[in-house]
């Protein structure tokens, strides 16, 4: 019997079932553990980068330490790490269409970013008496957020201008062309622009060839084909080339009274863009080979690494404040380990008691 005038025929509908079905299963794709325990590394070494920092800006560590040398080379590849993470998803985000592409950037990032912002910028007002970088005026600070993103806020914004330029370019020119325009981009002067936008620029390379590998069948799997044989040559590699960077930097630059800012730019230099890739693919290919309980850990903190990401510095800086401006405890080492535990930990139990009460979409967390 033919079909209905204006209705689909039966193949039509089994044609449009079929879709649904894949659409629904692509939605319902396991998380690659790999990919979390990838961002468990990186938000460790966000956390202990900001300890670090902080006590630096803090005056806490002597000029002579291996705290600034740590610094930088943590610095070297631990945002880049992120940045890579973060492309791989985005074609089959790309392919699933626009709207859905800006409804998950708009529940993902923008949201948190004004959310957790707004509070850590609020926070910083109360406590301006205290802080490294005090504030004193809270409405003109909050309304630089547009331009401005609040310390470690500038992922958040700098990852929002990456995910609208591949969701405008990769569709026109593909995964290789918006490689080739992210290394242009990372080659321009772009200092007469806010400093996230330099900042992100320095990054970019590295998210579109996330996107690029986002396209590789054999690394978008469990259990990506990397011998444990290379994994070791790269770790190998990755020492070698921080530790060289390292050491050319601290040859050229007297880093007794340098802050975190200008530690940050020495270590973002185009110098330092093969030690960044090497870093961060040894930190990746390590995830495939680590035991079993230690690789669920990490797997753990990855799946929470927005809480952990939006919350440590509100941690850190308020118990740093506590221990050495009131209680006058400045070791250094000790205060390093403490604030990295708690930097991690405790928004580790503020997301677990979000998702218990069902507010972590609303907290971001």
């Known amino acids: 019997m033919p079909a209905l005038a204006g209705l689909p025929g039966i193949a039509g509908i089994r044609a449009e079932a079929g879709t649904r079905r894949s659409a629904i299963l692509a939605d319902a794709r396991p998380r690659l553990a790999w990919v979390d325990a990838a961002k468990g590394v990186g938000i460790i070494l966000v956390v ?6 902080g006590l630096i800006d803090a005056d806490v560590v002597p000029g002579h330490d291996w705290f600034r040398p740590g610094l930088l080379a943590i610095y070297l590849f631990h945002m880049p790490l992120f940045f890579l993470l973060s492309g791989l998803f985005v074609p089959a985000r790309i392919d699933r269409g626009k709207g859905r592409f800006l409804k998950e950037v708009g529940k993902g990032v923008v949201w948190p970013y004004f959310l957790w912002g707004a509070m850590q910028t609020f926070v910083a007002y109360l406590a301006s008496s205290y802080t490294n970088i005090p504030i004193h005026d809270f409405w003109p600070e909050l309304g630089k957020m547009f331009t401005q993103p609040p310390a ?6 700098g990852l929002l201008l990456a995910q609208l330029l591949a969701l405008i370019v990769v569709p026109l020119v593909g995964a290789s062309g918006f490689f080739l325009l992210s290394l242009a981009l990372y080659c321009l002067d772009l200092n007469a622009l806010p400093a996230v936008f330099d900042t992100t620029s320095r990054m970019l390379p590295f998210f579109a060839l996330g996107i690029w590998l986002g396209r590789a069948p054999m690394l978008m799997t469990p259990a990506p084909p990397v011998s444990r044989l290379m ?3 790269l770790a190998v590699l990755a020492l070698l080339a921080i530790w060289l960077s390292c050491r050319l930097t601290m040859a050229e630059v007297d880093f007794t009274d340098l802050r975190t800012l200008a530690i940050t730019r020495l270590a973002w230099g185009w110098p330092h863009a093969l030690t960044a890739l090497l870093g961060l693919s040894a930190a990746m290919a390590l995830t495939f080979h680590l035991p079993h309980r230690l690789r669920a850990v990490l797997r753990y903190l990855g799946s929470r690494s927005m809480a952990i990401f ?6 850190i800086a308020g118990t ?4 050495v401006k009131l209680f006058h405890f400045d070791d250094p080492v000790i205060l390093a380990i403490l604030l990295t535990t708690l930097g991690v930990g405790a928004p580790l139990l503020a997301a677990e008691v979000a998702r218990r009460l069902g507010w972590q979409r609303i907290l971001a967390l």
Not at 310 to 315: D, N
Not at 320 to 323: A, G, S
């Open 320 to 323: 740093r404040i506590v221990l």
């Open 152 to 157: 470690q806020f500038w992922f958040l914004y």
């Open 231 to 233: 994994t070791l040559g």
């Open 48 to 53: 202990a980068g900001h300890v670090l920092g």
């Open 310 to 315: 939006v919350l440590h510095i509100m941690v």
